[in-house]
């Protein structure tokens, strides 16, 4: 079945450390998202990513990093400068031109240790 | 810019009451889209439904209805004899015409007791 995969589903980081969450789509969808989800604050976009090896920041990119090197993945590093961390992040894709739902992963919930 | 606003934070009914979840949106734009999505406290965003600025028929889906009214700039969801299993945090959002990005409001949760 096509879909979006996000692992782990939880990660324990220290402070100080990188992590990277993983996203991977087999939907052959053009764009791919990453939004962070703290309690009573909605979904945030923190990246964005329409093609390949392309990517722009959203509302709240400062201490996070991506890449796209391939249609299917797009991970998302928090590093050591994101201040606080800890969430749910969400991984979202969509067929471009669609103005269809976008298609979301079961998220990772991050925690700082 | 766009923004959307779900005023209601929380909500709590009894099996079988109707219920109905507000959503307000911003935006300039003539073409837009706008969703809703569904999380159960499994995390995972379920679509439920998109309409576009230029369909304002409302839709009716079972339980689940929604009004999409231009004039209040609103596109409020109604669920029709709830049931506990319609608990979760729903989600409201507006795309704009030729963006990619998703702008959501900040959910409300609904939580129905038998």
């Known amino acids: 079945d096509g879909g979006i995969t996000q692992s782990p589903k939880y990660l324990f980081r220290k402070e100080g450390q990188n992590v990277t969450l993983s996203c991977e789509q087999n939907?052959?969808?053009?764009?791919m998202y990453w939004y962070r989800q703290d309690p009573g604050q909605g979904l945030r976009l923190i990246y964005y990513?329409?093609?390949?090896?392309?990517?722009q920041k959203g509302d709240i990119a400062e201490g996070y990093s991506v890449s796209r090197e391939k249609k299917e993945s797009f991970p998302l590093t928090v590093t050591s400068a994101q201040k606080n961390p800890t969430a749910f992040y969400l991984c979202?894709?969509?067929?471009?031109?669609?103005?269809?739902?976008?298609?979301f992963g079961s998220g990772t919930r991050l925690t700082v240790v | 810019a766009q923004k959307v606003t779900q005023a209601q934070t929380e909500i709590s009914v009894v099996e079988k009451e109707d219920v109905t979840l507000d959503c307000v949106y911003e935006?300039?734009?003539?073409?837009?889209?706008l969703f809703w999505y569904k999380q159960p406290p499994s995390g995972e965003l379920v679509f439920l439904i998109r309409?576009?600025?230029?369909?304002?028929q409302n839709e009716i889906s079972g339980r689940y209805s929604w009004n999409f009214q231009k004039s209040t700039s609103s596109f409020n969801f109604t669920i029709t004899a709830s049931q506990v299993v319609d608990s979760a945090v729903y989600f409201c959002?507006?795309?704009?015409?030729?963006?990619?990005?998703?702008?959501f409001g900040k959910g409300t949760k609904l939580t129905v007791n038998p």
């Open positions: 939907l052959n969808h053009d764009a």
């Open positions: 959002a507006l795309r704009q015409g030729g963006s990619e990005k998703l702008v």
């Open positions: 309409r576009n600025s230029f369909d304002e």
């Open positions: 990513s329409q093609i390949v090896n392309d990517f």
């Open positions: 979202a894709s969509l067929a471009l031109g669609g103005g269809y739902g976008y298609t």
């Open positions: 935006t300039r734009d003539t073409t837009y889209y």
